[in-house]
């Protein structure tokens, strides 16, 4: 199956304050639901080209094999006080600040990974420049006026955590599958991850679909998948009932997510 155009691109900056999240932060869960949901238009494709992490080196030490893996700049940040206080929030306030005065690139949104609320300084600064502004924060916090009105979203941070460890310890008495087995599987929950981005009562072009599913799965992983291509996992879904499938007055092949009710056509 063909991919149609190009999306148009939008840079996104994204700052992670180590000593206020939990070492359980999933990057990759983060990064796949900012990069397909939130967007004002459709055809949005979120890049991120700053990416940038301070604490002092024992916050790092918890997530480092993350942050090297998504080639995140880190910055070492020691405790300058004898309770502890650092400057993380002021080298990155700084960091972020500086983008706006170069200017290259133009970053369109910033994304901050803190329970810090010296961080709205700096985000209420973004938004007097037009930038737009999102929070990723503790559930305890996210309800502060001083975050809700410094921002244009806040993000729940315990939704992109890992399970607890007894969770997984339950997993382990099953068979291991193999290295293919999980590919497969990744790519279906890809697949899946995708369709659940989009709004559930509006149908989507399939060739639209490969667009979103591509910028997920650069390194065309499907190709080496039992699937081979999009449009077999596609067929596989419907099958499966997970989508609906159908053609438009233009001809066009279209799909959404299927739900157990029946829904109007048009």
Request: hydrophobic fraction near 35%; glycine fraction near 4%; charged fraction near 30%.
């Amino acid at each position: 199956m063909g991919y149609s155009s190009p999306m148009k691109r939008k840079n996104n900056a994204i700052y992670i304050d180590l000593e206020n999240i939990p070492a359980a932060l999933d990057l990759k869960s983060l990064l796949d639901d900012l990069s397909l949901r939130h967007n004002v238009d459709s055809d949005e494709e979120n890049v991120f080209v700053i990416k940038m992490a301070a604490g002092n080196s024992t916050a790092i030490r918890k997530m480092k094999k993350q942050l090297t893996e998504y080639n995140f700049e880190i910055r070492d940040t020691p405790s300058i006080t004898s309770k502890y206080k650092n400057r993380a929030d002021l080298i990155i306030s700084l960091a972020a600040l500086e983008t706006i005065i170069i200017n290259m690139p133009v970053i369109d949104r910033y994304v901050f990974i803190t329970s810090d609320s010296d961080f709205t300084v700096i985000m209420e600064m973004l938004r007097k420049y037009g930038k737009e502004v999102f929070l990723v924060t503790k559930e305890a916090v996210s309800d502060k006026p001083v975050f809700s009105n410094s921002c244009d979203e806040i993000l729940i941070l315990e939704s992109y955590t890992t399970k607890a460890k007894g969770a997984k310890k339950e997993t382990k008495i099953a068979v291991e599958p193999t290295p293919q087995e999980k590919m497969n599987e990744h790519i279906k929950e890809l697949a899946k991850k995708v369709i659940d981005s989009f709004d559930p009562d509006s149908w989507q072009l399939t060739s639209f679909v490969g667009t979103k599913f591509h910028q997920m799965d650069k390194s065309r992983m499907i190709e080496r998948s039992k699937y081979k291509s999009l449009g077999a996992l596609l067929a596989q879904l419907e099958k499966e009932k997970y989508i609906t499938k159908r053609i438009n007055e233009k001809g066009q092949p279209e799909l959404r997510k299927a739900t157990g009710e029946p829904r109007s056509q048009l």
